[in-house]
C-alpha cells in the first residue's frame, strides 16, 4: 500500500509522462533485470504490477475525462502477452489530458480488437507486445481492416523484427499519447463537421 501510494502521489505531483520516465519505469527495468540475472523475485515482480496498476487505475479515475464512446481510443496485448502496465500508464496519460480510452487487457485476440474498433468506430488503437508473437503481427492485418479512418499503432519491444501490414510504431509512451491524443481530436473535429 505504502508503494502504490506513493506511485499515486508522484503521478498527481509530476503528472503519468514524467513520473513513468523517472520513476516507475526504471523500478520495473530493474526489477525485469534482476529476475533475469538471478532467477529470483518474482513475487517481487507481481506485487510491483498490482500497486502499479492500481495506481494508474485510481489516478486515471479521479480525473474528468469524457465518458468512453464510440470514437474513443482502444488498447490492448496481444493474443499472448501477459504485459500490459504500459498501457495502464497510456490510459492515465490521456486521462489528463481528458480523451477517453477503453483498456481490453492482456491476451486479447486480434479478431476481438478488430469488432470492438468496427463496432465502436475507434479512432485509434495501441496494441502492445513485450514478447515477439507472430500471432499478433498476423492478427494486426484484420485489426487494420476494422475501418478505414483507424489510426493503428503498435508499441513495446516484442514488435522488434516482425513484419507487419502498416501500423505506426511508438517509441516511447509520450509519442503513443500525442499520437492517439491527435487520432481522437482528429476524429471528434471532422464528428462535428461532416459525416464520417
Ligand atoms: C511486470 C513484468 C511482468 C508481469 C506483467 C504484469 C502486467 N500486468 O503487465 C508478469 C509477472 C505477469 C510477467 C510475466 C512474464 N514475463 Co515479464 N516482465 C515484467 C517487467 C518487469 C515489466 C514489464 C513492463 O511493464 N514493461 C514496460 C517498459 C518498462 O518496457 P520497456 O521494454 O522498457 O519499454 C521500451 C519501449 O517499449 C519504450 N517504451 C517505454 N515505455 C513505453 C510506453 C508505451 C505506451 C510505448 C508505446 C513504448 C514505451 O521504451 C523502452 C525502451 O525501448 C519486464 C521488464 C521490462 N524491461 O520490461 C519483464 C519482462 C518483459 N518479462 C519477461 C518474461 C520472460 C516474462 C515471462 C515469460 C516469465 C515467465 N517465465 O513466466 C512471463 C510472460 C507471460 C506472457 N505470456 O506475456 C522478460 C521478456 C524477455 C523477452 N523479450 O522474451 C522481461 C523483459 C524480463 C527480463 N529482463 O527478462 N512479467
Known amino acids: 500500500m505504502a508503494v502504490e501510494d506513493s506511485i499515486v502521489a508522484a503521478l498527481r505531483e509530476r503528472g503519468t509522462l514524467v513520473a513513468w520516465e523517472e520513476i516507475v519505469r526504471p523500478v520495473l527495468v530493474s526489477v525485469g533485470e534482476h529476475w533475469q540475472r538471478s532467477g529470483a523475485g518474482i513475487e517481487i515482480e ?3 504490477t498490482q500497486a502499479v496498476t492500481t495506481a494508474f487505475v485510481r489516478h486515471a479515475a479521479e480525473l474528468p475525462t469524457e465518458p468512453v464512446q464510440d470514437n474513443s481510443v482502444l488498447m490492448a496485448g ?3 502477452e501477459e504485459h500490459i502496465i504500459a498501457l495502464h500508464a497510456a490510459r492515465a496519460a490521456l486521462a489528463e489530458r481528458g480523451v477517453p480510452a477503453r483498456l481490453l487487457g492482456p491476451r ?3 479478431t476481438a480488437l478488430a469488432t470492438a ?3 465502436t468506430r475507434a479512432a485509434g488503437v495501441l496494441v502492445w507486445l513485450s514478447i515477439p508473437d507472430p500471432s499478433a503481427a498476423q492478427g494486426l492485418a484484420t485489426v487494420r481492416a ?3 479512418r483507424l489510426v493503428v499503432l503498435i508499441g513495446g519491444p516484442g514488435w522488434d523484427g516482425l513484419p507487419t501490414v ?3 510504431r511508438c517509441e516511447s ?3 503513443s499519447v500525442n499520437l492517439l491524443e491527435q487520432a481522437w481530436a482528429d476524429r471528434q473535429g471532422s464528428a462535428r463537421g461532416s459525416v464520417d
Open 146 to 148: 476494422a475501418h478505414r
Open 108 to 110: 486479447t485476440p486480434m
Open 173 to 175: 509512451l509520450a509519442d
Open 46 to 48: 507481481h506485487l510491483l
Open 78 to 80: 496481444g493474443p499472448q
Open 117 to 119: 474498433a468496427r463496432r
Open 166 to 168: 502498416p501500423a505506426t
